[in-house]
């Protein structure tokens, strides 16, 4: 009874992504024993577990987007940074009304806001045109947005970087009030609700689950398969517009050139943390969500450890080739082989299947 | 008169985890001859292909060629000792030339380099010398798949092989390139190469080959010369049955008193698939479609489902002229279809057994429509209970599920989904004794109250229990339908092997 | 005669099928571009020959690359790690000679070492670990970025001798152009050109006359007809994107003599360039179609691309990138209609 207690909790979907979280917080705390340390500074909160939850904010959004998209068509939309770049650049031109540097605003903030989304969503959508309906791979088809994006955000700010220096814009990568609390971190959770209530409300995340899963039977038992597929990539799309718009309030600015720089690979790898198969098929959304958190745990991490900005993909890099690694068939084979060698000789009735 | 043996398979069998798929089967074939093996579905033929072909390994018996055993471990290993395959879907690179499909992994070369002059002429005199009219420059994509089905047997006789395998090749061709292929092959044997032919088409059997070995359930039946095996003898043999002692087996169907139509299908067809077609279903009714694998009976459903649009017809539905692009029309329309693949077109094999009972009603009632977790499991509980699938609970993954019980679940789906009219195509397919008698049982229940159902089966008994009517397919076409005294197994054999029944 | 005697009639004619059909398009596209470059920036210096050449000087080192990418095209794959390996390699170079006196001979030896490690361990994981390529190859690409930063986050210039003596040999062609004075101006090209184009030949040779290079198209068009047909699909795989590697390192030193520099940002989209010349040139992204000479077209448009927007003046230089994703944006779809065409056929 006991046993099967344990083999339950660690065969639950969430297991491993909890534990990998858990680990990289327990390294911290052993290096840093204030880590769980908050404290109240200039009225708001602050502490390294602080940083970690609020900096996530847009990785979590943008995994919620890519999780979808890898369930529904087995591969990953590497646009979504480009893509906050084109949003950020959006909202921000709206605001300024074509001015370079602004105290006070050009329109209101809702419109821009609102018409950043749209314009994130609609690249989403070119990408699930591509994808769904042409059947283009995945990933090239939203090359195409990977490169171009920032050409398109940069055409849309005139290649300069937009200011919105005005506090109601502020608000969204800082704080509401007298909050103590940032900003993004609410967002992030409205995001995740919104997104879980559309899945347990709706059929879609049935369907989506489906289609990944199993597409020709899913048309025999009457879903469309290539709707499913595209609006799982116009939603990845709206989600990085939102990202695009919390990255560009953080700095005030649309700065087409770092916004959302290599955040599609720490989107990728949240899935993948999230123990979710980049092939496709079964998703969970919260393990994606867990996942972004123990990366931003992660880089906030090998920050503290003097590591540079530029050279934390390098590590990120080795882990996702680890990742799938250990995901894909082959290796699972290799071990599947090996475990029947060192049982053959004892247990040959057993080995069957 | 007994010839030369080039080949020769003894006591074979073969075993996958939980099946039997080769019992102590013989093979032989003689220098020179077109030998058909035949069989129904799940009778062994691929596996004993791929056994001999050394896609798969083999538990016990022996592979002899030319009085040595032998064996293959791969396809190149069976290739080197003068056995090759050509398949239904051409093993050839479409983009590349003719030529070199003939000659890659083995080209001419000069210095080193690929001498490409020496590579087409030799290709173009192969060619010429098997009469096949093709240019050894072009693409191979350019070229109709009866012109690729034989390059493809070029290829393997230029690599001087002594048997050859042609497993399926004629399922895409029409009359006139069966024809060709057929001189090809009368001239290959003429040559001394002996030929086992894999196929489903009677006619073409009686047409090309010396003798038959039919296989069922994984074992043998028996070799025959084909001048001394009428046609109704090998369907029979084939279904398992001696066709001296047929006993009749008949269904207590009760007479309809009116015959309502549920579904109405008229001239409907699909180019490359299904000839045109009239087929009508009626209300309490079960109606049967017969014929061997590959005669259209899955096309001709498919097509009134939706599920491969037809290109000519009109479909009723209750006598109102239906429009179906796509499943989701047909399944609003009351219909429900349970696919012939179970792996590939029925289960998703991820999700639970909840998941894939309330699947289709979910998808019918809409993506804003999600059925509350207490009706989706009293749903599924429903349906667990009263198809008795066995299962570790309802949120176990289908996957792990045996087929009998993955098809109970299919067909739970669907009834949930309370059509009208029920497409069974090979529902008993893989499944136990037990099941398939509950299955069969259920079949006429729900005709009883007053669904429509067409069922399809290849076990000839299944169908006389359930059938009241029969639609008879044969080489992708609706030849006729039997009813009444001639649903018998006699009746329905003769039906299916057409002609005169003796040739 | 033969049994199909209904075809024979159409044999001799020369049939344009699809693929040869987009490598048309291609070099109209090509044509049209650099003429119409030729009226409307006349008094740019667009008709003199010198510009020609300064397209295949400035895209020397993309054009090994392109055609290093063409070839895993052609296997089905893809590899966008290219760009970083290129701005590893230069700066790999460029620190090493700068900073520790390596001599510039050894500096190649580098550069071919880091394409090659790169091409091993990339191909190792796509053919025998059967990863998607882009999984892999995307994190190749941040990997190669992190690494040039580990280098050095500042700019390194190369200033040694023999390096530049290699990169600013300028070579004379017996063509030119008039000054207005009427004085004969040579038109020139650098060493980079002739290495690039010589290793094209010689892929484009491998390609057409080797076992192996007709093995690539095999595994393209149909890996599992190629595996039933006896060919090691693996090991043909595996050699294609070590070949690659091979190629992406040489044209990381070709675009190092170019630049004469090393930069975390170089080489920024590189891998985009390369595809995009690739799929222009008439690549199959399905795999099994495709040629140097044809990629070569494809480098040429991206290269007009861009001068005809450098000439222009007014236009931001991110409308490069945007046109170049824009036509590869066609080129995709329109292979994408081609292909499900011939699928009904």
Redesign the interface.
Do not use: C
């Given at each position: 009874m006991n046993k099967d207690t344990f083999k339950n909790i660690t065969s639950k979907r969430l297991f491993m992504p909890i534990m990998c979280l858990v680990i990289v917080l327990l390294a911290n705390v052993i290096k840093t024993p204030d880590f769980f340390k908050i404290t109240l500074e200039n009225g708001v909160l602050s502490g390294y577990i602080i940083i970690v939850i609020n900096r996530a904010s847009e990785l979590v959004i943008l995994a919620i987007g890519m999780t979808l998209v890898t369930a529904a068509s087995g591969?990953?939309d590497?646009s979504v940074g480009a893509v906050m770049a084109v949003a950020a650049a959006v909202c921000c031109q709206i605001l300024s009304g074509g001015e370079v540097s602004v105290d006070s605003l050009a329109s209101p903030l809702i419109i821009a806001i609102i018409a950043a989304i749209l314009a994130a969503a609609l690249c989403g959508a070119f990408n699930g045109f591509?994808v769904a309906r042409?059947?283009?791979?995945p990933?090239?088809?939203t090359?195409?947005?990977?490169?171009?994006g920032?050409?398109?955000a940069?055409?849309i700010t005139k290649?300069q970087i937009t200011y919105i220096r005005v506090d109601s814009y502020k608000t969204f990568g800082g704080y509401i009030g007298k909050c103590p609390i940032p900003t993004p971190i609410f967002l992030a959770i409205i995001v995740i609700i919104i997104v879980q209530l559309v899945l347990?409300?709706?059929?879609?995340g049935?369907?989506i689950?489906?289609v990944g899963?199993?597409g020709?039977?899913?048309?025999?038992?009457?879903?469309?398969s290539t709707l499913i597929k595209f609006l799982t990539y116009v939603i990845c799309g709206a989600m990085a517009g939102i990202a695009g718009v919390i990255a560009s309030s953080r700095i005030y600015s649309a700065d087409a050139n770092n916004i959302g720089l290599?955040l599609e690979?720490d989107a990728?790898l949240a899935v993948a943390l999230g123990g979710n198969a980049?092939g496709g098929?079964?998703f969970s959304l919260m393990g994606s969500v867990i996942g972004a958190y123990t990366i931003q745990a992660l880089t906030t991490t090998l920050y503290a450890m003097n590591v540079?900005a530029?050279?934390?993909?390098?590590?990120?890099?080795?882990v996702?080739?680890i990742i799938?690694?250990l995901q894909?068939?082959?290796?699972k084979k290799m071990l599947a082989n090996q475990k029947a060698k060192k049982t053959s000789g004892t247990t040959a009735t057993e080995g069957?299947? | 008169m007994e010839k030369e043996i080039v080949l020769e398979m003894k006591d074979v069998s073969k075993t996958f985890p939980g099946v039997k798929a080769l019992q102590h089967v013989d093979f032989k074939l003689r220098k020179g001859e077109i030998h058909a093996l035949m069989g129904e579905n799940g009778a062994g033929k691929s596996t004993l292909i791929k056994v001999l072909t050394g896609v798969h390994d083999f538990q016990s018996g022996k592979i002899i060629m030319a009085g040595e055993s032998i064996v293959n471990k791969s396809p190149q290993d069976a290739q080197s000792h003068g056995i090759s395959t050509v398949y239904q879907e051409v093993n050839l690179c479409p983009n590349l030339t003719v030529a070199e499909n003939l000659f890659i992994g083995r080209e001419p070369k000069k210095f080193g380099f690929i001498d490409w002059k020496t590579m087409k002429d030799k290709a173009s005199q192969l060619l010429k010398d098997l009469k096949i009219d093709a240019n050894a420059t072009d693409k191979l994509e350019e070229c109709s798949i009866a012109k690729q089905q034989m390059i493809a047997i070029a290829r393997a006789v230029d690599m001087k092989c002594k048997v050859l395998i042609l497993d399926e090749p004629t399922s895409s061709l029409d009359d006139e390139e069966v024809e060709k292929l057929f001189i090809l092959m009368r001239r290959l044997k003429s040559e001394g190469v002996g030929i086992v032919f894999v196929t489903h088409f009677l006619e073409q059997v009686y047409a090309v080959c010396d003798r038959i070995t039919v296989l069922r359930n994984g074992t043998l039946v028996g070799e025959y010369e084909t001048a001394e095996l009428p046609r109704v003898m090998l369907v029979a043999k084939m279904m398992g049955k001696d066709f001296d002692d047929l006993a009749d087996i008949k269904g207590d169907h009760k007479q309809l008193e009116k015959l309502i139509p549920v579904i109405e299908a008229k001239g409907v067809g699909r180019k490359g698939s299904i000839k045109p077609f009239d087929f009508v279903a009626n209300k309490g009714e079960v109606v049967g479609l017969t014929g061997l694998l590959g005669s259209g009976r899955s096309e001709l459903v498919r097509a009134i489902y939706g599920a491969d649009k037809p290109d000519s017809g009109k479909i009723f539905v209750n006598g109102k002229e239906a429009k179906i692009n796509a499943p989701i029309d047909a399944m609003k329309l009351g219909m429900a279809y349970l696919p012939e693949d179970r792996k590939k077109d029925g289960i998703i094999a991820d999700l639970s057994v909840r998941e894939n009972i309330i699947l289709a009603l979910q998808a019918k009632k809409g993506m804003f429509h999600l059925m509350s977790r207490k009706e989706m499991e009293e749903a599924a509980d429903k349906y667990i209970e009263t198809l008795q699938v066995k299962t570790a609970s309802r949120e176990t993954p289908i996957k792990s599920l045996s087929g009998g019980n993955q098809q109970k679940v299919i067909i739970g789906r669907w009834l949930l989904t309370n059509p009208d009219y029920l497409i069974l195509d090979e529902p008993t397919r893989g499944i136990d004794i037990g099941t398939k008698t509950e299955i069969q049982k259920l079949v006429l229940d729900l005709a009883d109250q007053g669904m429509s159902v067409t069922f399809i089966s290849s076990e000839v008994e299944e169908m006389l229990r359930t059938c009241s009517r029969m639609g008879v397919m044969r080489d992708g076409k609706k030849v006729g339908e039997i009813t009444g005294d001639d649903l018998s197994q006699e009746g329905v054999m003769k039906a299916i092997a057409g002609g005169d029944g003796n040739e | 005669m033969g049994i199909f005697k209904s075809d024979t009639s159409t044999a001799p004619k020369r049939k344009i099928n699809s693929n040869t059909f987009l490598l048309m398009i291609t070099i109209l596209l090509f044509l049209a571009m650099y003429i119409s470059g030729m009226i409307i920036f006349k008094d740019n210096g667009f008709a003199k020959p010198q510009m020609f050449l300064d397209l295949l000087i400035s895209n020397a080192g993309l054009l090994v690359i392109a055609v290093g990418q063409t070839i895993v095209m052609i296997t089905g794959g893809i590899d966008i790690s290219v760009g970083s390996v290129t701005a590893l390699v230069c700066m790999a170079v460029a620190n090493q000679m700068e900073n520790h006196g390596t001599s510039a001979y050894v500096a190649v030896l580098i550069a071919l070492g880091i394409g090659l490690l790169y091409g091993v361990v990339q191909g190792f994981l796509i053919s025998y670990m059967e990863i998607q390529p882009f999984i892999v190859s995307l994190a190749g690409l941040f990997f190669g970025r992190g690494l040039t930063s580990m280098i050095s986050t500042d700019m390194i210039s190369i200033k040694n001798e023999v390096f530049l003596s290699w990169a600013k040999y300028s070579i004379d062609l017996p063509i030119g152009s008039y000054s207005k004075k009427g004085r004969f101006i040579p038109a020139h090209i650098y060493p980079t050109v002739i290495i690039a184009l010589v290793i094209v030949t010689v892929v484009a040779l491998i390609m057409k006359f080797s076992k192996f290079g007709r093995e690539v198209y095999a595994i393209g068009g149909n890996s599992q007809s190629a595996m039933m047909m006896g060919l090691n699909v693996r090991k043909t795989k595996f050699k294609a994107y070590i070949l690659n590697g091979f190629l992406a390192g040489c044209g990381g030193f070709l675009f190092c003599m170019n630049s004469c520099s090393g930069f975390v940002e170089q080489a920024k989209g590189l891998e985009m360039d390369a595809i995009s010349a690739s799929v222009i040139g008439g690549t199959l992204l399905s795999g099994g179609v495709g040629t140097p000479f044809g990629t070569i077209f494809g480098v040429l448009i991206k290269g007009t691309i861009s001068s005809l927007i450098t000439t222009q003046g007014s236009l931001s230089s991110w409308w490069v990138r945007i046109v170049l994703s824009a036509l590869l944006c066609f080129f995709i779809v329109l292979q994408a209609v081609l292909g499900g065409i011939k699928k009904k056929k």
């Open positions: 591969g990953q590497i591509l042409l059947g283009i791979q990933m090239v088809a090359l195409i947005l990977f490169t171009a920032r050409g398109i940069q055409l290649g347990k409300k709706t059929a879609l049935l369907y689950e489906s899963i199993n020709t039977a899913s048309r025999l038992v009457g879903l469309n290599n690979m990728i980049l098929g079964r540079k530029d050279q934390l993909p390098v590590y990120k890099a080795v996702v080739i799938v690694i894909s068939p082959v290796f069957g299947k | - | -």
